[in-house]
């Protein structure tokens, strides 16, 4: 590695420990060379843009190996001599060609750095680099949570595999651009096993070749659609598949598809059964569902489940809620199936450029959840369900991450129920459900199959309110604590201010005087609320707002 290129690396990698260190929540965060790597767009990483993937793989059961080739197509966008991959270190490339000839790479911690022929100027043509490489890639230690391959069996002793990778990358597995901000446009992905057993991966099975060895199948599955790097995944089994349809509200209909366990048949059948009535809802609330041309799919994993583009991982045992507990005892639904599937309208559909903006897929997501119940069940289950949702809401870091260094470490699941219920304060403080619901479908129609971020979604929500939303996210977002409503005795009246780390923080907020629900106009300056009740008489109405109330001299 060239030394000059090394040492612009390391500084770089001081510019974003300092500029950590300036927000005072993540001051006692040290990312590594690694993390700036993986997290930012430097040059090499901002001089193409992929539109396709065809992803060519043997897997070796018994090895826990992997072997194969990545054809990657691009667009060159800038200037350049060397574009940047991703490909963890445990794994082995054999070499890169493009047009016949092998190009030279370097390899620093997990990105590759691929130096081409000649140097590459913007244009509208397609090239095609082909990297073969192989490995025993990493295995999950607690998939979803940490990333890997899950080599498991089931219960009749059988091979079964899955594989989870989100935050840790999907070049833990195959050689990418591993960045959210560049989605291929379509991708092929080709796998070989033993003929035993069945691949089920995203999009649609192309098709099903037995080889002239007799003893391997190859499975060519294709995604039509752009699709984030992580969602590209494979169930490896005894699978059996069964399907049925789903009647869009328009009369077309949508091809559903689910890959199970043999001996589950039965069971699955019957538990995706709520497959429909949810994406009705999602239709209802948002419109149809994104990913029309490749079906929706569930496929039975080894581990709890994942947000899988068009073949949603699915591992929650057939039971209710998350296996068995989570949500109001009373209510009968599948936690994973609804919270997945969830995000393929805010995760897969409208994505973000990066992990630390991840409260756009989660907080969406969980507060679809809610949506869902009330779609079903009428607004009060709804609001039950949400305030079961409390209990997890930590107010112990921002939502919001730094940005740049492959940041994955909230330290709580604050942006997917906090975040949730950051929303449904802001529906009851808009206090207007036709305007809010028809926010959220605006915004997702506006910007669905595409990437946004944090900005993009407060300014859009803002235009349409016709109020600035800024201060609000800013106070749920980029701080810890929610906003507190201070009240205090003034004489013989009562009066409320807001307490925030945010200026211009003028929103309403309903409360209760006694059992008197009463809608209060607050901002920073003390103001009137009544005469004739105490301080004490006065709650927050905690079924619609995530604030806190606070009493001072």
Same mark, same amino acid.
């Given at each position: 590695?060239?030394?000059?290129?090394?040492?612009?690396?390391?500084?770089?990698?001081?510019?974003?420990?300092?500029?950590?260190?300036?927000?005072?929540?993540?001051?006692?965060?040290?990312?590594? &060379?690694?993390?700036?790597?993986?997290?930012?767009?430097?040059?090499?990483?901002?001089?193409?843009?992929?539109?396709?993937? =065809?992803?060519?793989?043997?897997?070796?059961?018994?090895?826990?190996?992997?072997?194969?080739?990545?054809?990657?197509?691009? @667009?060159?966008?800038?200037?350049?001599?060397?574009?940047?991959?991703?490909?963890?270190?445990?794994?082995?490339?054999?070499?890169?060609?493009?047009?016949?000839?092998? $190009?030279?790479?370097?390899? #620093?911690? %997990?990105?590759?750095?691929?130096?081409?022929?000649?140097?590459?100027?913007?244009?509208?043509?397609?090239?095609?680099?082909?990297?073969?490489?192989?490995?025993?890639?990493?295995?999950?230690?607690?998939?979803?949570?940490?990333?890997?391959?899950?080599?498991? $069996?089931?219960?009749?002793?059988?091979?079964?595999?899955?594989?989870?990778?989100?935050?840790?990358?999907?070049? #833990?597995?195959?050689?990418?651009?591993?960045?959210?901000?560049?989605?291929?446009?379509?991708?092929?992905?080709?796998?070989?096993?033993?003929?035993?057993?069945?691949?089920?991966?995203?999009?649609?099975?192309?098709?099903?070749?037995?080889? +002239? /060895?007799?003893?391997?199948?190859?499975?060519?599955?294709?995604? !039509?659609?752009?699709?984030?790097?992580?969602?590209? !995944? &494979?169930?490896?089994?005894?699978?059996?598949?069964?399907?049925?349809?789903?009647?869009?509200?328009?009369?077309?209909?949508?091809?559903?598809?689910?890959?199970?366990?043999?001996?589950?048949? =039965?069971?699955?059948?019957?538990?995706?059964?709520?497959?429909?009535?949810?994406?009705?809802?999602?239709?209802?609330?948002?419109? @149809?569902?994104?990913?029309? /041309?490749?079906?929706?799919?569930?496929?039975?994993?080894?581990?709890?489940?994942?947000?899988? *583009?068009?073949?949603?991982?699915?591992?929650?045992?057939?039971?209710?809620?998350? #296996?068995?507990?989570?949500?109001?005892?009373?209510? %009968?639904?599948?936690?994973?199936?609804?919270?997945? !599937?969830?995000?393929?309208?805010?995760? /897969?559909?409208?994505?973000?450029?990066?992990?630390?903006?991840?409260?756009?897929?989660?907080?969406?997501?969980?507060?679809? =959840?809610?949506?869902?119940?009330?779609?079903?069940?009428?607004?009060?289950?709804?609001?039950?369900?949400?305030?079961?949702?409390?209990?997890?809401?930590?107010?112990? !870091?921002?939502?919001?991450?730094?940005?740049?260094? /492959?940041?994955?470490?909230?330290?709580?699941? +604050?942006?997917?129920?906090?975040?949730?219920?950051? &929303?449904?304060?802001?529906?009851?403080?808009?206090?207007? +459900?036709?305007?809010?619901?028809?926010? $959220?479908?605006?915004?997702? *129609?506006?910007?669905?199959?595409?990437?946004?971020?944090?900005? *993009?979604?407060?300014?859009?929500?803002?235009?349409?309110?016709? @109020?600035? $939303?800024?201060?609000?996210?800013?106070?749920?977002?980029?701080?810890?604590?929610?906003?507190?409503?201070?009240?205090?005795?003034?004489?013989?009246?009562?009066?409320?201010?807001?307490?925030?780390?945010? #200026?211009?923080?003028?929103?309403?907020?309903?409360?209760?005087?006694?059992?008197?629900?009463?809608?209060?106009?607050?901002?920073?300056?003390?103001?009137?609320?009544?005469?004739?009740?105490?301080?004490?008489?006065?709650?927050?109405?905690?079924?619609?707002?995530?604030?806190?109330?606070? &009493?001072?001299?």
């Amino acid at each position: 590695m060239n030394r000059v290129f090394l040492l612009c690396f390391l500084l770089t990698l001081l510019c974003t420990s300092v500029r950590a260190q300036q927000t005072d929540y993540f001051a006692d965060h040290s990312f590594t &060379l690694a993390d700036t790597l993986r997290g930012a767009l430097r040059p090499e990483r901002n001089s193409f843009d992929v539109t396709y993937y =065809e992803l060519h793989l043997e897997v070796d059961i018994n090895d826990r190996a992997i072997e194969g080739r990545v054809d990657m197509d691009y @667009k060159i966008t800038a200037p350049t001599k060397r574009l940047q991959v991703d490909l963890f270190r445990n794994m082995q490339i054999d070499s890169i060609t493009k047009d016949g000839r092998h $190009l030279a790479y370097d390899r #620093l911690e %997990d990105a590759v750095f691929i130096q081409l022929p000649r140097l590459a100027n913007p244009n509208d043509n397609i090239h095609r680099i082909s990297i073969y490489y192989g490995g025993q890639p990493t295995a999950a230690r607690n998939a979803p949570w940490d990333g890997g391959f899950v080599w498991s $069996l089931d219960q009749k002793d059988r091979t079964w595999v899955g594989i989870a990778c989100e935050g840790d990358g999907a070049s #833990l597995w195959w050689p990418n651009k591993d960045h959210l901000g560049d989605e291929p446009d379509s991708m092929l992905v080709s796998v070989t096993v033993p003929k035993r057993l069945f691949v089920a991966s995203n999009g649609n099975l192309r098709e099903e070749v037995e080889l +002239d /060895n007799n003893y391997q199948k190859r499975y060519d599955w294709f995604v !039509s659609y752009p699709i984030n790097n992580y969602n590209i !995944s &494979l169930g490896i089994g005894s699978y059996v598949h069964f399907d049925s349809t789903y009647v869009a509200f328009d009369g077309e209909e949508l091809a559903l598809d689910y890959y199970v366990l043999d001996y589950n048949l =039965e069971r699955a059948r019957k538990q995706f059964e709520q497959v429909p009535p949810m994406l009705a809802a999602y239709e209802h609330y948002f419109g @149809k569902y994104p990913f029309w /041309n490749d079906g929706y799919a569930l496929i039975e994993t080894p581990f709890l489940g994942m947000e899988h *583009q068009s073949g949603i991982a699915y591992g929650n045992r057939y039971m209710r809620g998350y #296996l068995g507990g989570l949500i109001p005892a009373d209510m %009968d639904w599948d936690f994973i199936i609804i919270h997945e !599937s969830g995000h393929e309208y805010f995760g /897969n559909s409208i994505s973000v450029a990066d992990h630390a903006e991840m409260w756009i897929h989660e907080a969406f997501t969980t507060y679809m =959840e809610a949506l869902y119940v009330e779609y079903l069940h009428g607004e009060a289950d709804a609001r039950r369900y949400l305030k079961s949702q409390l209990a997890f809401i930590k107010n112990e !870091s921002p939502m919001l991450g730094p940005l740049g260094v /492959n940041f994955d470490d909230f330290g709580s699941s +604050d942006h997917y129920y906090k975040g949730s219920w950051m &929303l449904h304060t802001l529906r009851h403080m808009i206090n207007d +459900d036709p305007v809010f619901f028809g926010m $959220l479908r605006s915004f997702y *129609q506006d910007h669905k199959r595409s990437i946004v971020s944090t900005e *993009q979604v407060v300014d859009y929500f803002s235009n349409f309110a016709e @109020k600035d $939303l800024h201060p609000f996210f800013e106070q749920y977002l980029r701080h810890p604590d929610v906003p507190v409503l201070e009240l205090r005795q003034n004489g013989s009246s009562v009066e409320y201010r807001w307490r925030v780390q945010t #200026l211009n923080f003028n929103y309403p907020v309903g409360v209760l005087i006694g059992k008197e629900p009463v809608r209060l106009d607050a901002t920073a300056d003390w103001q009137v609320m009544g005469k004739g009740f105490s301080p004490k008489e006065v709650s927050i109405d905690r079924s619609r707002f995530l604030v806190d109330i606070e &009493l001072t001299e």
